[in-house]
Nanobody, 131 residues
Framework: QVQLVESGGGSVQAGGSLRLSCAASGYTFSRYCMGWFRQAPGKEREGVAATYTGGGRLYYADSVKGRFTISQDNTKNTLYLQMNSLKPEDTAIYYC????????????????????????WGQGTQVTVSS
């Protein structure tokens, strides 16, 4: 049974930092697409960052490039999202997602996929950035 449990959300002022964690269990962590998504009130869920845990091309949304970093610890079956220079527009519920299917193109595994193509989801963690 696949389980994804996010933690690390909270409230910070603009310019601050948070690190989200996603503890995974129930599958082979090192061979999956894993991504961070977020959903703000009244908006659609959007991709923030994604990676193939077996090694592949990282993906970042343009809005977070240079500020957020996705990483993983395969020994702990944990995915991370380091968020720096946070802005009020980063306020959202952040979700961790996993899926066994990666896309091979341009010589690398890619996991930049829409939310509908991710099979497993965590419960989400709230991130609130005040100005």
């Amino acid at each position: 049974q696949v389980q994804l449990v996010e933690s690390g959300g909270g409230s910070v002022q603009a310019g601050g930092s948070l690190r989200l964690s996603c503890a995974a269990s129930g599958y082979t962590f090192s061979r999956y697409c894993m991504g961070w998504f977020r959903q703000a009130p009244g908006k659609e869920r959007e991709g923030v960052a994604a990676t193939y845990t077996g090694g592949g091309r990282l993906y970042y949304a343009d809005s977070v490039k240079g500020r957020f970093t996705i990483s993983q610890d395969n020994t702990k079956n944990t995915l991370y999202l380091q968020m720096n220079s946070l802005k009020p527009e980063d306020t959202a519920i952040y979700y961790c997602a996993a899926d066994p299917t990666a896309i091979w193109y341009s010589g690398a595994w890619n996991c930049n996929k829409p939310p509908s193509d991710y099979k497993y989801w965590g419960q989400g963690t709230q991130v609130t950035v005040s100005s």
